[in-house]
């Protein structure tokens, strides 16, 4: 039962004390939660696990490219845990080395050394590691413009791996127009309207990759015109994951942690849509009572993914530590790690 598996996590939390950390994103399930010793954005979580030198064991609650970045800053001697391994990122998946080392060529033959890799956290380790091989950096959805600003200090081009949204939402925030950017097709092997594009290929600054999160792509124009006509006086707060006229359309946009800090801001009685994830939607119209907040789709947007990771799989992996034969351990080989930490680390250093 659940109360049952609630005890269970409780006593090995208690058992374990200061042995065990446990990092939970904002998108993950109240059931698990409710244990995590710290809750945060991508940044933030990357972060503590950089501090966290006590934990033998590290339980991330997130998806597999946060446990990767997990391991990759923690000690050798602390084990990072993901309880169902089956919990990736749809997003990560759409950008792997063959397709990178393809465009990565093809964009050297048209732009020489005129280009800088970033790459959204949201990417496998060994995208990571390319980035940080081709000297460039990881950026989150909080620090992108930063970073974006940074890579332009470095280089005249930026390859943005694997969002296109964010990436293109964060460009033109700086200013760059949409006639500047051109969208790579990993699956095809070339650049979108490219024979329509050939003759102003200089001008091009952003390169951004085809890729985008399957839950944020849920929110649509049509959401903000509806809420515009039928409830004008509603703030629109989204995440910089959703598509260009969603972002240029909405009121606010900003990271899993800007959306929270904006809730807690506002006044009582404000009315809100929000562009997010369906769990932390949920916990902030249950921790806002007196503030009036709709999912901007109606129809609620759960990420998949991060829901595998539910209390029966998080008790398993506390009960398999706790016998002392941690099961679903993420080992980032250290040649990738030593390379994902150089673009990792750069971001640390500009933010
Ligand atoms: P942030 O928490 O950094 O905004 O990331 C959102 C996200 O989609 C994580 O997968
Ligand atoms: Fe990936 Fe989107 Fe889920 Fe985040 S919300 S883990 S980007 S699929």
């Not at 501090?51 to 923690?74: P, S």
Request: aromatic residues 8%; negative net charge.
């Amino acid at each position: 039962s659940t109360a049952a598996l609630e005890a269970r996590a409780a006593e090995i939390k208690r058992k374990l004390g200061k042995k065990l950390f446990i990092p939970g994103h904002h998108y993950q399930k109240d059931e698990v939660i409710q244990f995590a010793d710290a809750t945060g954005d991508s940044l933030q979580l990357a972060q503590l696990s950089a501090q966290n030198k006590q934990a033998e064991y590290v339980v991330f609650c997130g998806v597999h490219f946060m446990a990767e970045t997990a391991d990759i800053l923690t000690d050798s001697c602390q084990t990072v845990v993901l309880p169902d391994m089956r919990a990736g990122c749809s997003m990560a998946d759409m950008a792997n080395m063959e397709q990178t080392e393809l465009a990565w060529a093809r964009l050297q033959d048209k732009f020489g050394d005129t280009i800088i890799p970033l790459t959204y956290v949201n990417s496998t380790a060994e995208i990571k590691a390319f980035v940080g091989r081709h000297g460039g950096a990881t950026v989150t959805s909080s620090n992108a413009k930063k970073m974006l600003e940074w890579a332009f200090g470095q280089k005249e081009r930026i390859l943005f791996l694997p969002d296109q949204h964010l990436g293109r939402n964060t460009a033109y925030d700086l200013g760059i127009s949409l006639s500047e950017m051109i969208v790579w097709d990993p699956v095809a092997g070339r650049f979108e309207e490219q024979e329509e594009r050939e003759s102003d290929f200089a001008a091009v600054t952003m390169i951004l990759w085809k890729g985008h999160c399957s839950v944020h792509e849920n929110f649509r124009l049509e959401h903000v015109h509806r809420l515009r006509l039928e409830d004008p006086d509603r703030n629109i707060l989204v995440h910089p994951e959703c598509t260009f006229h969603v972002v240029q359309a909405s009121d606010f946009n900003g990271s899993t942690k800007y959306i929270i800090d904006t809730i807690k801001a506002a006044p009582a009685g404000s009315k809100w849509a929000i562009g997010t994830e369906m769990n932390l939607v949920n916990r902030l119209i249950n921790e806002h009572p007196d503030k009036d907040i709709v999912s901007l789709n109606p129809e609620m947007c759960p990420c998949l993914t991060m829901n595998r990771i539910d209390l029966p799989h998080f008790v398993w992996a506390l009960e398999q530590i706790e016998a002392g034969r941690p099961v679903n351990k993420i080992r980032v080989p250290d040649h990738i790690a030593v390379e994902g930490k150089l673009a990792i680390e750069r971001m640390f250093a500009n933010v």
